[in-house]
């Protein structure tokens, strides 16, 4: 069964763009969620997102923003990037969502704004 | 607002040896997750414990969790190199949230 797959996997943009992340869960999972790691904050959640739905965000500006298409990829989008948003972005897909049920963690997409 | 504090932070121990890393939280909670992360890489889950009293083990690894005390500890039993990672305990909040700890970095030394 093939794992969660995060594109791009490196990213280098410049303060005041935008960008886009993706994420491709496993077969099957309908949930999608989305972590910020960085070395002052750790890890922190940015949201869930089932069946298309976001069910829950996290204490993120209306910056950071996501979408989940009818086959449960997601996609994370952050306008008028600062350069506090460099960070390592992981997703997680799991069948049913993060209340209960395990998560599978993509390999992340490291972002460096400059 | 659900907060949770993992110690030590850091963590070096000689190979063969026991120990032990504890996970606190301050609200309810009946969810907890152990993940290891391997320096420059993603996170893979360890356990999942769902209920008070709830123990599992994997290899050298064992997790338990006591939610009267809000507590979850990992135990390290006769370490290896291989277990040399960073280790983080998350909870969850609500149904649809997960708040983790700063991770504990074990280095195991020959």
């Known amino acids: 069964k093939a794992g969660v797959t995060q594109t791009p996997r490196y990213l280098i943009k410049t303060r005041g763009q935008q960008v886009t992340l993706s994420c491709s869960p496993i077969s099957g999972h309908r949930s999608v969620s989305w972590y910020q790691q960085t070395p002052g904050q750790g890890l922190q959640f940015l949201f869930e997102?089932?069946?298309?739905?976001?069910?829950n965000k996290g204490n993120f500006p209306g910056r950071f923003s996501g979408r989940q298409f009818s086959n449960s990829r997601s996609e994370m989008n952050v306008s008028t990037l600062e350069l506090g948003d460099s960070a390592l972005y992981l997703c997680?897909?799991?069948?049913?969502?993060?209340?209960?049920?395990?998560?599978?963690f993509g390999p992340g997409t490291r972002l460096t704004v400059t | 607002e659900l907060k949770v504090e993992q110690n030590p932070l850091f963590l070096s121990m000689q190979e063969g040896k026991n120990y032990t890393i504890y996970c606190n939280y301050s609200t309810t909670s009946d969810r907890l997750y152990w993940y290891r992360q391997d320096p420059g890489k993603s996170l893979e889950s360890l356990f999942v414990?769902?209920?008070?009293?709830a123990v599992k083990q994997e290899g050298r690894l064992m997790a338990s969790l006591d939610t009267k005390a809000r507590l979850s500890t990992l135990h390290i039993t006769a370490a290896v190199h291989d277990l040399s990672a960073t280790y983080f305990c998350?909870?969850?909040?609500?149904?649809?949230?997960?708040?983790f700890g700063a991770g504990t970095r074990l280095t195991v030394k020959p």
């Open positions: 414990l769902l209920s008070n009293g």
């Open positions: 997102y089932f069946s298309e739905t976001q069910r």
């Open positions: 998350a909870v969850g909040a609500g149904n649809n949230d997960m708040r």
């Open positions: 997680a897909s799991s069948l049913e969502g993060i209340g209960g049920y395990e998560q599978y």
